[in-house]
């Protein structure tokens, strides 16, 4: 008697809804054993980032190792990763470092995002003469020397600075790295955008909300960008691993923050010495390669479970 009920109720019972776009990528992103290892390291220098003032066993400034005659001294138990030519401990300012390395490259990408989505969304949407336009422009960006105009805008902005009173702002360089790599960063952002609005603008769902009156700016809003975000995510960690390696490279070379601790500076602190303490250089390398990998191995992950084109 009770089993007509019930054979019933899941006669009339809604079917279930299908997972969203959202869980199935993180689905078949769980299944990627290369995206979960550079999810893995990036978790593992987000957590670094979050509490190294409170897991590192020196002050960022102690030069206390060089008082007693302790500069680049080996791997002790006092100094786990030694100390470099300044007395520094190198553990301590590894640690130190990863805070600076994740603000650079999600500033940067924060930079980069805003301008690309709106450049490559308005172009995609749009399409016709502001279509060519703005990938005219998104094509000159593209062919400038990024990297030297960087350095030269640096150290000419290092230049002005003196004496005025931006030159009482705290990490002032490091921002202007950070501004100048998202002002130069946003093309590839762009170009990946416009190919999703292109995309996503003549699918049926945008078609029906069209239909039922729906303004422009919520088929945009509503519609086509959250569709088009996992692509545009993707991109996005490829590019905060770019801007991370970038920073390291200019202040390598010496256009650096003096104010800010990076893995690039120290670098550039410790290169000459690297015959006698290659300590204080393998460290930050290490540090640097491993955070980079880590984004790029979470980009191709990523890209692997949000490709729309990928079988289950």
Known sequence: MTEAP????????PPARPPGMWRQGWQRFRRNRTGM???????????????CAWIAPYEPNDQSAMMRF???EGPTWAHLFGTDRMGYDVLTRVLYGAPTALAVGIGAMLVASVIGILIGGISG?????????????????????????????????GIVVVGSPLESI?????????????????????????????????????????????TRRDIILRHILPNALPSLVVIVALGIGGAILAEAMISFLGFGDPKAISWGQLLFFNYEALKVAPWASIAP????????LGFNLLADGLSDAFNPRLKQ
Not at 6 to 11: H, I, R
Not at 41 to 49: D, F, K, T, Y
Not at 203 to 210: C, G, L, Q, S
Not at 285 to 292: K, Y
């Open 70 to 72: 302790g500069s680049r």
């Open 170 to 214: 705290p990490y002032l360089n490091l921002m202007t790295i950070i501004l100048l790599l998202g002002l130069f960063g946003w093309p590839s952002i762009a170009r990946m955008t416009r190919a999703e609005f292109l995309r996503l603008k003549e699918m049926e769902f945008v078609e029906a909300a069209r239909c039922i009156g729906a």
């Open 37 to 51: 290892l550079g999810l893995t390291l990036v978790c593992i220098v987000v957590l670094v980032a979050l509490s």
């Open 6 to 13: 019930a054979a019933a109720a899941l006669a009339t019972a």
């Open 285 to 292: 390398g290490s540090a640097i390669f491993m955070t980079v």
């Open 125 to 157: 949407y749009l399409g016709g003469m502001a279509d060519e336009l703005l990938m005219r422009f998104t094509e000159f960006f593209l062919v400038i020397p990024v990297f030297i105009v960087i350095l030269a805008v640096v150290r000419l902005f």
